[in-house]
């Protein structure tokens, strides 16, 4: 079946620190990906999109990598904060349905 | 403006019995998508509603229903309840949703007992 996953449950790192967390998706026909941030108690918050004709998406402090070739992909966070300590999911987008993986967890130590 | 609203934020039910969820859409949106999430996962896919046809569903039993009203606003039903129901159902809004982004609401946490 069609399935988006990220690739570490957990990452943590240092207040002022990049950050990269990844995601393999499986469905090579997908054309639509969004990363979406979710804290505690939260509904998830988009963050950054990408559309399959590109390969790369800045945005404030957040940059979002695609590789078709391999099916990958990635966001990066510049010079991350407290504020950042949240599950990060990426999705998938199969026509109407958006397809999430089970989320990597960061955490920010200042 | 306001984003997506869902009510009520929390419910706790007895198995067996029947749960009305309710949700709201960002001004402007015609499209609602409900979703399952489970303690520890992503959301699961389990309706979505386009000016007030279902245009998508997921692999969920029949238990499970929703309806969009001429309002755009959307109820989710769940009948006869079982314990694995218990999870954040988070409701979505778009423009027309086909992919293109969805925006989340806050979730209602339900639990059942």
């Known amino acids: 079946g069609e399935s988006v996953g990220l690739h570490l449950p957990t990452l943590s790192v240092q207040e002022g620190d990049n950050s990269i967390i990844n995601c393999a998706y499986s469905n090579s026909a997908s054309d639509y990906f969004i990363w979406y941030k979710q804290e505690s108690g939260k509904g998830p918050q988009f963050i950054i999109d990408i559309r399959s004709n590109m390969d790369k998406r800045q945005g404030q402090r957040v940059t979002v990598l695609l590789n078709k070739t391999v099916k990958h992909l990635s966001l990066q966070i510049a010079a991350t904060q407290p504020g950042d300590s949240a599950v990060y999911f990426c999705?998938?987008?199969?026509?109407?349905?958006?397809?999430f993986g089970k989320g990597t967890t960061l955490s920010v130590s200042s | 403006d306001a984003g997506v609203t869902q009510s009520p934020t929390h419910l706790i039910k007895t198995r067996g019995q029947h749960v009305t969820l309710r949700c709201s859409p960002i001004s402007g949106h015609k499209s609602v998508s409900w979703y399952q999430q489970v303690l520890g996962q992503g959301p699961q896919f389990i309706f979505q509603y386009y000016e007030k046809e279902e245009r998508g569903r997921g692999n969920f039993p029949d238990r499970f229903s929703a309806r969009q009203f001429p309002n755009y606003s959307s109820e989710l039903n769940v009948n006869a309840l079982l314990l694995g129901d218990s999870a954040l159902y988070l409701c979505?809004?778009?423009?027309?949703?086909?992919?293109?982004?969805?925006?989340f609401g806050p979730g209602t946490r339900l639990l059942v007992l």
């Open positions: 999705a998938e987008s199969a026509g109407t349905a958006l397809i």
């Open positions: 979505a809004s778009s423009l027309d949703g086909y992919q293109e982004t969805q925006y």
